[in-house]
């Protein structure tokens, strides 16, 4: 199949101004988030409703073309990486919310929704979308469900998965499924939580169900500042063992409040050597007792700046800081590189400081700023790629902290997926038959592995190579590197 | 109390043997929900895998919120564990008279009164332990709150009646126990009950179960002292003990489900908003669930209204699994199940090709 004929067949299926094709007009989707890994496609596909997605697809499918979905191009994994000979299919069109359904509590929406526009349209019945991802100006909907993305609310109101109750998904062979609806349960299989998290690699999601939740009628942000890192992390567990489930609870390390600080200026102690940010919401009487009860717990785990921000303005002031932590960064490093581990709350410290020691034997700069109570690590590896080696080094030494995370009993990706970035790293995560089950599964819904091939599961080759380098002096840095 | 003991080795052992022979195998756990899942004619053929000694807790911090046990260990036990470090398992599962087991429960799927508010059991499903059709055994999901690597096979595995996998062990979300539980009881028609239950949906009042039925609406509350009573007095409600209410419901022993001569019990899983129809019916989850008693087959109206209805008699999971009898699940099946040998049930021939 040539490109020529492709972008032929397409000029006769959709409005002029949906396609791209010129090298320069392209050149914005070379990457999403991750934008160290670029590749130019053959053309971008920008369909203004349904049925132009279907032509997009039928097109892949009739003529072995790879397609590659796109929503807002925020993913920090590769996820919607072009494939050179390929098309990618942008949804940035499809964003209308076709209803707030109040009497159901739900919201109908397009893929290309951005995940605020639903809470903004929301609002005026008191109800919004409950999973805010840092990135929720930008990202769209469909995104969110591709990646099951989480947010700085997730702790309390879950992922993106817990919060989605129908959707319709075109899938390579051209048909829809409908899955869920304004209901809660629906029989057979549970592909809505299969195709949450699925990175594009199952079908087109072209419309989407979520669930509204009422706003708390009140919430109050503690900002908690520590002079030791391992202190902070171990309050974190302390309140969640307390059987107290905060709306939010969020770590930054000192490099993160620096540059915070720089950037923002939010106000943030930066003489500390970690900051927890924690939002109670709930009934007035409960939001004052709980406030009561974690300062406490803080004071004891050995905060010495303790300070609650009652009023909206300085609540938003207090997450302005943490909401702009990774722009931030760019200010203080040309580049950086983000990680996404997940690991239990009780190896925090731990981790916490194993990850300095990688930073100290690599010599690169980290910043951590995450979602303390999941357990959802990110660590910001700062670098220059204008510096032969750094970008190497930085990338090996994201690899050991992803490995240190599945060593724990964790996960290599919390929220931002697989993609193409952590492919080797899923070796190290998942057996030979695991992996060959995860192909068989993708095998099921696109048996010519048309839809963002090579992405999200890494193949068995690819990973007995790796296996294969990491080999020195005939021991296996990983000896039980088929499963941790 | 039965000794913990790791069957894995057998179970996986089994599978691939029954593999290799192309032999059909009915999974079991305690039993308890045989009438949800009465044998097939071609069962009659299939070898029993029995689960239920394959059980124990393996790992339970409370402080980070997760619990891991084999799949053969009973609701009982697991809650009674739980529940020494005030917690709970947040889908309160049927326990079908205490027997039923962790695997039975999230091979069904079922999750109980609070499941708007706490979420479904498979929203607690963390990861799995399981054997797939070829006898190979494999490890998805994990213990901690967020994981994407791979699809979600974990949760997948949640209301598969055992189709897709023997499940060895289940990793689970836990909650903190609420620290006070109230209820308040109104008596009110059907009609009326749905249209107060819609307006409270749209306030962050502290329910955390509803249901009506014999026309009185019970709703329960569960939270901090402050936030219960907070929202007690907003609903304007008398706070009584509605704890044998609640359990009865959730295990299915209220009277309702054992009603004789009125037709077929249909589950129905529906849009809050749903009309309502003549005949005998129990509403939960706000409106979201009903219990209808109808000579009726209910399951095209439930579609038109959005939504879905299952006969909930002997016939649940094959009626369960005949949403799924499309080439796209048959192909997903298959994918697990290569030669068909797990929890086969007769109806579903449909070439996947
Ligand atoms: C500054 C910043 C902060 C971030 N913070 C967070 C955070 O707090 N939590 C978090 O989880 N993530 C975060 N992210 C990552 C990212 O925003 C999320 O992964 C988001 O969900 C991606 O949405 P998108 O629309 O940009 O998707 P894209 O990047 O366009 O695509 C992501 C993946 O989804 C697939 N896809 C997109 N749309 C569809 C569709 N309709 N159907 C099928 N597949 C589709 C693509 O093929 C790709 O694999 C952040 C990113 C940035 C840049």
């Known amino acids: ?484 | 109390m039965r000794t913990d003991t790791d069957q894995k080795d057998r179970l996986v052992e089994a599978v691939a043997e029954a593999y290799a022979e192309r032999l059909s195998l009915q999974i079991v756990g305690s039993g308890s929900k045989v009438f949800l899942t009465e044998p097939t004619t071609s069962d009659t053929q299939a070898r029993l895998l029995s689960l239920t000694e394959h059980r124990g807790v393996t790992e339970y911090v409370p402080e980070e919120l997760v619990v891991t046990a084999r799949s053969g260990t009973t609701l009982k036990e697991l809650e009674q564990q739980l529940a020494r470090a005030g917690q709970m398992l947040p889908f309160e599962p049927p326990r079908f008279a205490g027997a039923g087991t962790l695997g039975g429960a999230v091979a069904s799927g079922l999750s109980g009164p609070g499941r708007p508010w706490y979420g479904a059991l498979r929203d607690a499903v963390l990861g799995v332990e399981m054997i797939n059709g070829r006898g190979e055994f494999l490890r998805f999901g994990g213990q901690v709150m967020k994981n994407v690597a791979g699809y979600d096979v974990s949760r997948l595995q949640a209301g598969a009646f055992g189709a897709l996998g023997v499940l060895l062990s289940v990793s689970i979300k836990t909650l903190p126990k609420p620290a006070v539980e109230s209820t308040c009881i109104f008596e009110l028609k059907a009609d009326a009950a749905l249209e107060k239950l819609r307006a409270w949906a749209r306030l962050p009042l502290p329910i955390t179960a509803t249901c009506h039925v014999d026309n009185q609406l019970s709703v329960r509350l569960s939270g901090s002292e402050a936030s219960v009573s907070w929202g007690v007095e907003h609903i304007e409600g008398d706070s009584v003990n509605g704890e044998a209410f609640w359990s009865q419901l959730r295990n299915h022993e209220h009277g309702f489900f054992n009603k004789e001569g009125e037709g077929i019990l249909w589950r129905l899983s529906v849009p809050p908003d749903t009309p309502l129809t003549d005949e005998p019916t129990m509403i939960e989850w706000s409106g979201a669930l009903r219990w209808v008693y109808s000579e009726k087959v209910l399951t095209d109206w439930a579609r038109e209204q959005g939504g879905y209805a299952l006969p909930f008699n002997g016939d649940y999971r094959t009626q369960s699994l005949l949403w799924s009898n499309d080439k796209l699940h048959k192909r997903i099946k298959r994918a697990f199940d290569p030669a068909e040998i797990l929890n086969p049930f007769a109806d579903v021939v449909v070439d996947a090709n």
């Open chain 1, 1 to 484: 199949m040539s490109r020529a004929l492709v972008i032929e067949l397409l000029r006769a299926t959709l409005p002029k101004q949906s396609l791209i094709t010129d090298p320069k007009a392209l050149k914005p989707y070379e990457s999403d988030g991750l934008t160290a890994i670029r590749e130019l496609p053959w053309l971008v596909a920008l369909p203004e409703n349904v049925p132009q997605v279907e032509a997009v697809v039928r097109v892949c499918r009739s003529h072995g073309v790879p397609l590659v979905v796109r929503g807002a191009g925020t993913g920090l994994s590769g996820g919607a990486r072009p494939h050179k000979d390929g098309i990618v299919l942008g949804l940035s069109k499809l964003n209308k919310i076709l209803a707030v359904d109040v009497d159901n509590c739900v919201a109908i929406v397009q893929p290309g929704v951005r995940n605020q526009a639903i809470s903004d349209a929301s609002a005026k019945y008191g109800l919004y979308y409950a999973p805010d991802p840092s990135s929720q100006i930008a990202c769209s909907i469909g995104g969110n469900v591709a990646e099951n993305s989480g947010g700085v609310h997730s702790l309390k109101y879950g992922l993106t998965v817990n919060n989605v109750v129908g959707l319709q998904v075109l899938t390579i062979d051209g048909n829809f499924l409908e899955l869920g609806g304004k209901g809660l349960d629906s029989p057979g299989y549970d592909l809505l939580a299969l195709l949450s998290g699925s990175e594009g690699m199952l079908g087109v999601v072209t419309e989407i169900t979520v669930r509204l939740l009422p706003k708390p009628p009140e919430k109050r942000v503690l900002l908690a500042a520590f002079h030791e890192i391992g202190a902070a992390a171990d309050v974190v567990g302390n309140i969640i063992g307390q059987g107290l489930i905060p709306a939010g609870l969020e770590m930054m390390d000192r490099l993160a409040i620096e540059a915070a600080e720089e950037y923002v200026h939010a106000g943030y102690p930066r003489d500390a050597a970690a900051i927890l940010l924690c939002e109670l919401d709930g009934v007035e009487a409960e939001v004052e007792s709980n406030v009561a009860f974690v300062s406490q717990l803080l004071e004891e785990g050995g905060a010495y700046d303790i300070r609650v921000a009652s009023d909206p303005e300085e609540q938003a002031r207090f997450w302005l800081g943490r909401k702009a932590a990774f722009p931030a960064m760019g200010r203080i490093s040309p580049d950086y590189y983000c990680m996404d581990g997940t690991i239990p709350r009780a190896r925090l410290s731990e981790v916490l400081e194993r990850i300095q020691q990688f930073s100290r034997h690599y010599g690169l700069r980290v910043a951590n700023v995450f979602h303390a109570g999941d357990g959802n690590l990110h660590p910001l590896i700062l670098y220059d790629a204008n510096q032969p080696g750094e970008l190497e080094r930085t990338e090996e030494m994201g690899g050991k902290i992803l490995e240190l995370c599945v060593a724990v009993g964790g996960t290599v990706t919390g929220e931002h997926g697989v993609g193409v970035e952590k492919l080797d790293q899923m070796c190290a995560q998942f057996s030979a038959a695991e992996l060959d089950q995860f192909h068989r599964l993708k095998e099921a819904f696109d048996p010519e592995s048309l839809m963002n091939p090579g992405k999200a599961i890494p193949t068995l080759s690819r990973c007995s190579e790796i296996g294969g380098m990491h080999v020195h002096g005939g021991k296996l840095p990983f000896p039980h590197l088929e499963r941790f």
